[in-house]
């Protein structure tokens, strides 16, 4: 028994040890990832009923040197813990400015919108309403092609915070989406008390909303919901042409999804563009 015990603890000790090598390893990549700027944005089109291209979600990618292209869930929850998330979301935002600058001269481009991921500790900081304000102002862009999308978890917070800091914003143009509606808590009366002009409806909604009567009911009701208080509702995870004609035949008005086209780089995008609206 004690020889077993013994094993067990060499053996948890083994896994904790390979657990921090490879997150230092992490660690130390990541941050230079961040002095070196290795990241790149892919754009997820947005498409409304008439299939024309309305906006983008940009979407970041990680351009590491020895193991390529990573997603965001191989590091964000790092950057997450860490604070790197907050010079990472720097970047996002001045790129995506950026973007929107070059666009507001090119007529085909000028109605797309931006949408940006926001995390948590993003939107915490005390300096976030400044950053923002500041972002529109250094590159000259038209605040409603900038959209914030946030998640639940952010309004379960601190819901003084947020509203403040939400309508100082508004104020400005800017506009917020709430992102994977119905996988959080956020009850009724807090989404009512925010300024919201989108609701994303979850994947894992979308996913089974043909094959789960659960998932159905929700969509239906989101998409209700959404409505009545004058907010645009877009489904996200769109994968199937049944999904889509489920959804606009009950109301929904925008479409983000591997049907309608992976997030990619900038030059398809601006293809895909062309395709659809040119
Ligand atoms: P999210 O905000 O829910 O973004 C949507 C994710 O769903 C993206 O994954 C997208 O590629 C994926 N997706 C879109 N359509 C489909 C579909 O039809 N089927 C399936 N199976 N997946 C689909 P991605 O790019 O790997 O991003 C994962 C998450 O990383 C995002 O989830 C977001 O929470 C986070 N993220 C991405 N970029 C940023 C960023 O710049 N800042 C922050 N803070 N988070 C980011
Ligand atoms: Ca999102
Ligand atoms: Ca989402
Ligand atoms: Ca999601």
Not at 36 to 55: C, D, K, M
Not at 94 to 121: C, F, G, M
Not at 137 to 143: F, G, L, Q, W, Y
Not at 235 to 264: D, K
Request: charged share 25%; with cysteine; proline share 3%.
């Amino acid at each position: 028994q004690a020889l077993v015990a013994m094993l067990m603890f060499f053996f948890l000790l083994h896994i904790l040890q390979t657990d921090t090598a490879e997150r230092s390893e992490l660690d130390r990549d990541l941050r230079a990832a961040v002095r070196e700027r290795q990241f790149v944005l892919h754009y997820q089109p947005q498409l409304n009923g008439a299939n024309r291209v309305i906006g983008a979600e940009v979407l970041i990618r990680w351009l590491h040197p020895q193991r390529g292209l990573l997603a965001p869930g191989e590091f964000i929850d790092h950057a997450e813990h860490t604070g790197l998330i907050i010079p990472i979301g720097h970047w996002v935002l001045e790129q995506t400015a950026e973007q929107l600058h070059q666009w507001q001269d090119e007529p085909l481009y000028r109605d797309i919108d931006l949408a940006v991921n926001i995390s948590q500790k993003q939107f915490s900081q005390n300096s976030f309403v400044a950053e923002i304000a500041g972002l529109i102002e250094r590159h000259r862009i038209d605040a409603q092609r900038l959209e914030l999308e946030l998640t639940e978890t952010l309004i379960v917070h601190d819901m003084e915070d947020l509203t403040r800091k939400m309508t100082a914003l508004v104020e400005r143009g800017v506009r917020f989406s709430l992102d994977d509606f119905g996988t959080g808590f956020s009850s009724l009366s807090h989404l009512k008390r925010l300024p919201l002009s989108k609701l994303k409806i979850d994947r894992s909604f979308i996913c089974d909303v043909l094959s789960d009567a659960n998932s159905e009911a929700i969509v239906r009701s989101v998409i209700a919901l959404g409505q009545s208080m004058g907010m645009t509702v877009i489904a996200e995870g769109v994968e199937t042409e049944a999904q889509r004609h489920f959804l606009a035949s009950n109301g929904c008005n925008q479409f983000q999804g591997y049907l309608l086209g992976r997030p990619m780089p900038l030059a398809d995008f601006r293809a895909f563009v062309q395709r659809h609206n040119g």
